[in-house]
């Protein structure tokens, strides 16, 4: 059985560089539940195909497999055009720790909502003390959802962040 999964590994492997996007899309479904870790290297390559949806796939088997090789070319996907890839570039970089704070920071002012929550949740599990101050101005998000992430992730991050929130809330 592990040599029929590694035959199939190796198969979904080359059908990430098929040229059709379809194939890549199936392969890269497929290759993501197998957790396989010699896809790292594919998986970065795929952050960079044409089709956003592979992208989506990727970061987030990048995530799944907790390389810290990846947290580089996550950052990367940060800046995406496409909203999903980023949104799950901050998902995935939650695991990879303080390495990602800063571009997880500055997910923070994303254009879209779903990838402020998703950097502030990630935030409030890597639970770094530079993240208050970002997390206090999201605070002041118009999506409520933003509003509740941050306020959470503060909540995460503990005594910084009180220490940060007390003088606050003593001229409010």
């Excluded at 990630?122 to 933003?146: R, Y």
């Amino acid at each position: 059985a592990g040599c029929a999964r590694t035959n199939h590994a190796e198969r979904l492997i080359a059908d990430l560089r098929s040229a059709d996007p379809a194939v890549r899309l199936n392969a890269a479904g497929e290759l993501r539940e197998l957790r396989d870790p010699r896809a790292l290297g594919p998986w970065i390559a795929a952050l960079e195909d044409e089709d956003a949806a592979v992208r989506f796939q990727a970061a987030a088997a990048l995530g799944e497999l907790g390389d810290p090789r990846a947290a580089e070319p996550l950052i990367g996907a940060l800046k995406d055009t496409d909203k999903d890839v980023r949104w799950a570039a901050t998902f995935a970089l939650r695991d990879l720790g303080s390495s990602a704070v800063g571009s997880l920071i500055m997910a923070l002012r994303d254009s879209q909502s779903a990838v402020r929550v998703s950097a502030a949740a990630a935030l409030g599990e890597i639970q770094d003390a530079k993240a208050v101050d970002p997390l206090v101005a999201l605070l002041e998000d118009p999506d409520p959802t933003a509003r509740e992430m941050a306020a959470r992730a503060l909540g995460g991050i503990g005594e910084p962040a009180a220490e940060r929130l007390t003088p606050a809330l003593r001229t409010g």
